[in-house]
């Protein structure tokens, strides 16, 4: 643990300047301590504030702890009679204090900052250490002086960009166009910015960022990503029910295709429900002269491409689209009105680049220069390098490549909220989030509108190279656990993508059978290749799934002979569970429920839900199937239930309207028409369209009974 003492003369305080004082600057520090992950006591003399020492930020927040204690210090000097601050790495707090009290008399510096041995050694490469006549002399931290006072925001900001984007924009959004492509000066541009600038412009006009993703890992992507809730409540408020409610329909597919990370294409009808939902809030937005900047529109997925494409060349919709960087457009959209930019002058280009570059001297401020020419659209440097970011990334703390890392990681697949949160976990607080994106934005690395985008050129290479082989095994280590937290909150489907992702990790068998399941069971049709990443065993059990889901009687037998190379804990259970459906399919209702049978006895504790529900369900339909409705009912209930805990609507659907179909042959009628509405929940939720219409059919045989 690494402890930051604050030790202050109260007496001296209270001859000088009364009592608030040094408590009020107690309550700054513990603000300070908090805000960067480390934890402060309850007392106020001596303060202390407590960092761990071990994790892969760790050692870092606490030397921007140190420099901003540093800084609160000197802020209160006029008022204060004397304040030492003392670092010391220690097991525990009682060790600390001692050597707080033994540093703090052995200097006579009323306002120092002392370090230990100890510390020195642990802080080492983020201090330069300095002894000045046999005294050490304060001096910030690295991270604070490796850039100077340099500034590639500069290059960004309207007022002293050489860009002249910003001033001709009034007049591009004034003509009549659908698609149009700057052309002519090209420097790495902020979308983000060009956003705000245009929103500036013209308030009233909606504006998104359509920004190709590092990795395309949703299927309607970037839609996916910008429109999130507050977008599609500003969308759907002013519109008439009657168009509210049709947009409302289909809701439930596109926030599917949201959940959808790392999922394979999904189903025909799960992407017409995509499109359809997709068209009407562009219909919308078009309605109020929406404009949509894009940005390597060619790392679009496929499904985003073809949809914008089918637009424009039907007519369809009124919102435009401006091509903003150099990439090429996706021949299927066609031509696009090609807007001149005029290339700056090299004496203003010159001019914005001093600006930005500041104070900065020696070999900082040449690796900085050939960045930010880069940025400028100096077409040598943007060549070089992913645009000279390598040099430039060798300034900075080791710790600004995990987090660069980690951007390249949760780029297209994280909101904002959910990046946060990932970085969270891996040990960095928003706080020292914040100080490390100060970094990348100050040397054009990452936007400085939108500081969760990287500034372009910039590639994943260079981000993996500077990382190094065990910061990139670290944050990929956490990026998987995240992925999984968040299927675990029902966040994210399961699906084979995410599977491939995360890896096969035996301990996490609700994830292995659920996302086995969802694909094998998906209602896309004719896929029989096995995914290569999957073991035998798993493989196995795809492969019966997928040709049960098929249809294809001869592959299911064949994939039920070979059940011998399931292994695992639940093994016995799943061969039951393929023996129940397999004779189930065939008619054989006393062989399926004996499998089902031997599935339920074999289950043991903490078993996947999905293996449990099925193993029950299996039960219930053997059940209906031999005419015994009572006890189809109870098996029907249990699976029902559990399902609805372990919140999987697919099984929740199967579950309730195989019970609503017993209620119904009891002449539960009533009953079977409240069970049937669950069953309706789940399968709207799924945007099943074939699942909805077997339901609408049972509720109209019931009315007819009713």
């Not at 960045?371 to 659209?377: E, K, M, N, Q, S």
Request: with cysteine.
């Amino acid at each position: 643990m690494i402890y930051c003492g604050v030790i202050i003369d109260y007496i001296s305080q209270l001859e000088r300047i009364g009592r608030q004082v040094a408590p009020t600057l107690i309550a700054e520090m513990r603000t300070i301590a908090s805000d960067l992950g480390g934890s402060a006591g309850s007392k106020n003399t001596p303060f202390v504030a407590t960092f761990p020492d071990t994790g892969s930020f760790d050692r870092f927040l606490a030397a921007v702890t140190i420099s901003r204690f540093k800084l609160a210090i000197n802020d209160a000097k006029a008022a204060l009679q004397g304040a030492c601050l003392v670092v010391h790495r220690a097991e525990t707090i009682d060790d600390a204090l001692f050597v707080f009290e033994t540093l703090r008399l052995s200097t006579e510096e009323p306002y120092g900052v002392i370090f230990s041995k100890e510390a020195r050694s642990a802080l080492d490469s983020y201090f330069g250490f300095e002894l000045s006549e046999g005294e050490e002399r304060w001096t910030p931290p690295l991270h604070e002086l490796c850039l100077a006072d340099a500034d590639a925001s500069k290059l960004l900001a309207e007022e002293h960009s050489p860009d002249g984007l910003f001033a001709a924009l009034p007049d591009i959004l004034a003509k009549r166009w659908r698609l149009a492509r700057i052309e002519g000066y090209r420097p790495s541009r902020s979308v983000a910015g060009i956003a705000e600038a245009t929103r500036n412009s013209i308030p009233d006009m909606p504006v998104i960022a359509l920004q190709s993703a590092h990795v395309a890992a949703r299927s309607f992507s970037p839609f996916t990503e910008v429109l999130d809730e507050t977008l599609l409540a500003s969308i759907m408020n002013p519109l008439s029910a009657e168009l509210r409610s049709e947009i409302e329909a289909f809701l439930p597919a596109f926030r599917s295709a949201v959940t959808g990370t790392y999922a394979d294409v999904p189903d025909e009808a799960l992407r017409q429900g995509c499109e359809s939902f997709l068209n009407l809030a562009l219909d919308a937005l078009g309605e109020r002269n929406a404009v949509l900047l894009c940005t390597k529109p060619t790392g679009f997925p496929a499904g985003t491409v073809s949809l914008i494409a089918d637009r424009l060349a039907t007519g369809r919709g009124a919102e435009r689209y401006l091509v903003c960087d150099a990439s090429r457009l996706p021949d299927s959209w066609g031509e696009a009105l090609p807007v001149h930019i005029e290339a700056p002058s090299p004496d203003r280009i010159v001019s914005s680049m001093e600006r930005a570059l500041g104070s900065s001297t020696g070999q900082v401020r040449n690796r900085l220069k050939h960045r930010f020419a880069a940025l400028c659209g100096h077409r040598k440097a943007a060549r070089h390098e992913s645009g000279c970011a390598a040099p430039v990334l060798s300034l900075l703390p080791r710790e600004v490549t995990l987090f660069l890392y980690g951007l390249l990681l949760a780029d297209g697949v994280l909101d904002a909220a959910q990046t946060v949160e990932f970085f969270l976990r891996m040990g960095l607080p928003p706080g020292g989030a914040r100080v490390l994106q100060d970094l990348l934005v100050r040397a054009g690395l990452v936007d400085p509108v939108d500081r969760l985008k990287f500034r372009r050129p910039l590639e994943a290479d260079i981000i993996v190279a500077a990382a190094g082989t065990d910061g990139v095994a670290f944050v990929e280590s956490e990026y998987r656990s995240y992925l999984i937290c968040l299927y675990e909150r029902k966040l994210i489907r399961p699906s084979l993508g995410l599977l491939a992702r995360v890896g096969e990790q035996l301990e996490k068998e609700s994830l292995l059978y659920d996302s086995i399941f969802s694909d094998a069971l998906s209602a896309r049709t004719g896929t029989t290749e096995l995914p290569g990443f999957l073991s035998p065993s798993f493989a196995a059990i795809h492969r019966f799934w997928s040709a049960l889901s098929r249809g294809d009687r001869d592959a299911c037998e064949v994939a039920a002979a070979g059940d011998g190379v399931i292994g695992g804990i639940r093994a016995n259970t799943v061969r039951g569970l393929i023996k129940a459906e397999l004779a189930y399919a065939q008619g054989d209702a006393d062989r399926s429920a004996k499998g089902a049978r031997e599935a339920l006895l074999a289950i043991g504790k903490g078993a996947p839900v999905k293996l449990e529900v099925r193993a029950h369900r299996m039960m219930g339909l053997s059940s209906l199937a031999a005419g015994r409705y009572s006890e189809a009912s109870d098996y029907l209930g249990n699976a029902l239930d559990l399902s609805e805990s372990g919140g999987d609507d697919h099984e929740r659907f199967m579950a309730a309207y195989a019970r609503a179909i017993g209620e119904f042959m009891t002449g539960a009628l009533v009953r079977s028409l409240n069970i049937i509405a669950q069953a309706s929940e789940s399968a709207s939720r799924l945007f099943r369209v074939d699942a909805l219409a077997a339901i609408e059919f049972l509720r109209g045989r019931i009315d007819l009974e009713l």
